[in-house]
Nanobody, 127 residues
Framework: QVQLVESGGGLVQAGGSLTLSCAAS????????MAWFRQASGKEREFVAG????????DYADSVKGRFTISKESAKLTVTLQMNNLKPNETARYYC????????????????????WGQGTQVTVSS
């Protein structure tokens, strides 16, 4: 059973930064694609960023390119999302997700492409 635990959310002013972390359980299979999604109140869950476990290949939603950085520490089974220049409309609950499938796949950007989810961490950006 794959377990994911997020941390690092909080309240930040517009233009500020936050770093989110996702700790994966030891039983997370090597080669899993890891990703961050977010869901604002009343909206659908949307893809933010993804990373391949081995190839260090990354993918970002257009809205966060140049401001967010996803990275991983394989030895610690941790995936990090560094978020800079945050905007009020990025207030949402941020979720870590994992999938056992190819990285270069349209499903890697879709919530239903992921079988494993964390409980989420709230990010609130004040104006």
């Amino acid at each position: 059973q794959v377990q994911l635990v997020e941390s690092g959310g909080g309240l930040v002013q517009a233009g500020g930064s936050l770093t989110l972390s996702c700790a994966a359980s030891e039983r997370t299979a090597s080669g899993f694609v890891m990703a961050w999604f977010r869901q604002a109140s009343g909206k659908e869950r949307e893809f933010v960023a993804g990373i391949s476990w081995y190839g260090q290949t990354t993918d970002y939603a257009d809205s966060v390119k140049g401001r967010f950085t996803i990275s991983k520490e394989s030895a610690k089974l941790t995936v990090t999302l560094q978020m800079n220049n945050l905007k009020p409309n990025e207030t949402a609950r941020y979720y870590c997700a994992a999938r056992d499938g190819p990285f270069l796949d349209p499903l890697a950007r879709r919530p239903h492409g992921y079988a494993y989810w964390g409980q989420g961490t709230q990010v609130t950006v004040s104006s």
